[in-house]
């Protein structure tokens, strides 16, 4: 081999879809188990005719469209082949070779991969005890180097939630020149009010960016389409480095789709947020594990020395989690049956009764149907819809 190959990416892994049986039951990438909502699936079919064009490089529709769906100007959104390609964007625009970039950590694990492509340095900042974000141990990390501070709400993997008054005091003390990136993929699985949404959070504040994704809760990872909000300079410089024609017809189409059947969007949020707290955390806190209270589609077990064989032993029981070397197990929430088979392996791995009799006791309910017809009233699931609608009255 005589090509130069830069000697920093050895340190880099390789993209792989490392073991992942086709047979398993997949809880390891938080995807939703229901798929495409049915408007997206009509719309990637008739755009699938015209493929042989090439697709508009600007988005115009769909950036309009996102531009009304969180109540912002066209000027200030743009949209990316994934919200992973909008991260390494945003680290391009920024950061120069030995500027520096700052993240929790435990947290999207792509964030030090993004940095160091582009050759700058990498500051994680242990979670706390609790499985948050430290925001004052971010702030303590900032230096005169630091370009771009990664803060991921609710955070990925340990599923925890930054609230608006801790976040808006951080990003107060955070200098106008650092960009404070607020990635929110899992937006839609949040409840507590109390969570800001960073589109509101951004006005006013230049040196904000909220990246989102279809990936999560519109059930369209496979098309690979994400969007960032932010001031116009930011978005102009991502235009600038991103690839033209990377976010491809079949991609914008299904967006546009998926962004007006808010309806069908917040039910599916509430199934898989119900499944959450009614079912799989207590189940797993019946039976002795720790689990973070979660505003996600997963939840975190931060198992330490005993993740990985926790997590070889869901596999050897069909079911694939995620594990984090020496830190936890990430399992995403699935259809009941995929939530049951996993809960049924967390219990056995620690020798406890299997969950599914200890909850349904004697009165042999089938708690699927019974909990995914009926809706409880209450702040959750109006939550859920406010999120999916995107209230626009939150100062
Ligand atoms: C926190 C976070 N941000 C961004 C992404 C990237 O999403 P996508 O590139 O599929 O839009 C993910 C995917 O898992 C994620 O967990």
Redesign the pocket.
């Known amino acids: 081999m005589t090509v130069h190959i830069r000697g920093d990416l050895a340190a880099l892994q390789c993209t792989s879809d490392g073991e992942r049986p086709v047979a398993a039951i997949r809880l390891d990438?938080?995807e939703l188990p229901d798929g495409p909502l049915p408007h997206a699936v009509a719309a990637i079919r008739s755009a699938a005719e015209a493929v042989h064009r090439y697709p508009d490089p600007t988005a115009a529709a769909l950036v309009d469209r996102i531009a009304r769906h969180v109540g912002t100007t066209a000027d200030r959104v743009t949209v990316g082949c994934?919200?992973?390609?909008l991260?390494q964007h945003l680290v391009q625009a920024t950061c120069d070779p030995d500027d520096e970039v700052v993240f929790g950590w435990p947290?999207?694990e792509?964030y030090p991969a993004v940095a160091r492509v582009v050759g700058a340095r990498s500051r994680p900042v242990p979670t706390t005890a609790g499985h948050g974000l430290d925001l004052d141990g971010l702030l303590a990390a900032i230096t005169r180097r630091t370009r771009l501070i990664f803060l991921?709400n609710p955070n990925?993997p340990t599923g925890t939630a930054v609230h608006r008054a801790e976040l808006t005091r951080f990003l107060d003390n955070v200098p106008e020149s650092v960009l404070v990136v607020l990635?929110e993929?899992?937006r839609e699985f949040v409840t507590d009010s109390d969570v800001p949404d960073g589109a509101h959070l951004l006005q006013g504040r230049d040196n904000v960016a909220v990246?989102r994704?279809?990936?999560?809760a519109y059930g369209l990872?496979g098309m690979?389409?994400?969007y960032a909000i932010a001031a116009p300079e930011v978005i102009t410089a991502l235009r600038r480095v991103g690839v033209p024609f990377s976010v491809n017809s079949l991609a914008q189409r299904a967006a546009i789709a998926s962004l007006d059947a808010g309806d069908e969007l917040a039910a599916r949020c509430r199934n898989i947020i119900l499944e959450r707290d009614d079912w799989v955390r207590p189940t797993l806190l019946a039976v002795g594990l720790e689990v973070p209270e979660s505003h996600t589609n997963f939840l975190w077990l931060p198992l330490g020395q005993r993740t990985v064989p926790f997590r070889d032993h869901c596999l050897r029981h069909g079911v694939l989690v995620r594990g984090f070397a020496a830190a936890g197990v990430r399992v995403s929430i699935g259809e009941p049956q995929e939530n049951d088979a996993f809960l049924a392996a967390a219990a056995s791995f620690l020798r406890a009764p299997a969950p599914a009799a200890v909850a349904r006791g004697d009165d042999n309910r089938d708690r699927g149907a019974v909990r995914r017809t009926d809706l409880p009233p209450g702040r959750a699931v109006a939550n859920v819809a406010a999120n999916a609608q995107h209230d626009k009255s939150e100062g």
């Open positions: 990438r938080n994934g919200s992973a390609n991260c947290s999207f792509l991921c990925n990635d993929a899992y990246l994704t279809f990936s999560k990872a690979r389409i994400g």
